[in-house]
């Protein structure tokens, strides 16, 4: 897992133009690893794959969830605003609020090329969005305020020197990391 302070996670991830079965491979390493990690979404950035892959597993309130592979993911359309707090698996210990579009429309292609659509809202629609944020080195810190980032500084300098920030826990103690 890479976190904050690696510089892949501030690179745009390249398009994928093979759908073999090294890619297959490599989205099921992400899907075990983001599980591993009690994770929801995990993009190639931070496991060090410059490609535009994520993959996604929002809890439902039914104690399924909503699970996709997104290859080449980008969304055609943003709609509504909400604030909620959000983590991150590269930034262990740090959870803010941040603004989002609530409903978003996103094209993407699975595993095996064939394109598909997803109209996503609520806790989905912000996990697709922080993931495809990934995918163009955006972190969901770079989505607050200034003066916020400021107060967080600290902490983020500390997970940059390899140091997880004082008072705060382990990505496998923090309880569910997004």
């Known amino acids: 897992m890479r976190l904050y302070g690696d510089p892949v996670l501030r690179q745009k991830a390249a398009e994928v ?5 090294e890619l297959r491979r490599l989205l099921e390493d992400m899907r075990e690893t983001m599980h591993a990690y009690n994770g929801v979404g995990l993009a190639g950035n931070q496991i060090g794959v410059l490609q535009r892959v994520a ?5 439902r309130e039914d104690e399924t969830r909503d699970q996709f592979t997104l290859v080449n993911p980008e969304i055609v359309e943003r709609s ?20 989002r579009a609530l409903e978003v ?18 806790y989905l629609a912000r996990a697709i969005q922080h993931e495809i944020d990934h995918l163009d080195g955006v972190l969901f810190v770079d989505r607050l305020s200034l003066l916020r980032r400021q107060f967080l500084r600290r902490s983020l300098d500390a997970l940059a020197r390899g140091e997880m920030p004082e008072g705060h826990s382990p990505p496998l103690e923090s309880g569910g990391a997004r």
């Open 17 to 21: 133009v093979e759908f073999d079965d």
């Open 55 to 59: 993959v996604i597993a929002v809890p």
């Open 80 to 99: 509504g605003s909400d604030i909620d707090e959000e983590g991150c698996l590269s930034i262990p210990g740090i959870w803010e609020d941040v603004s």
């Open 105 to 122: 429309r996103v094209r993407a292609r699975d595993e095996h090329g064939k394109p598909f659509e997803i109209r996503a809202q609520g």
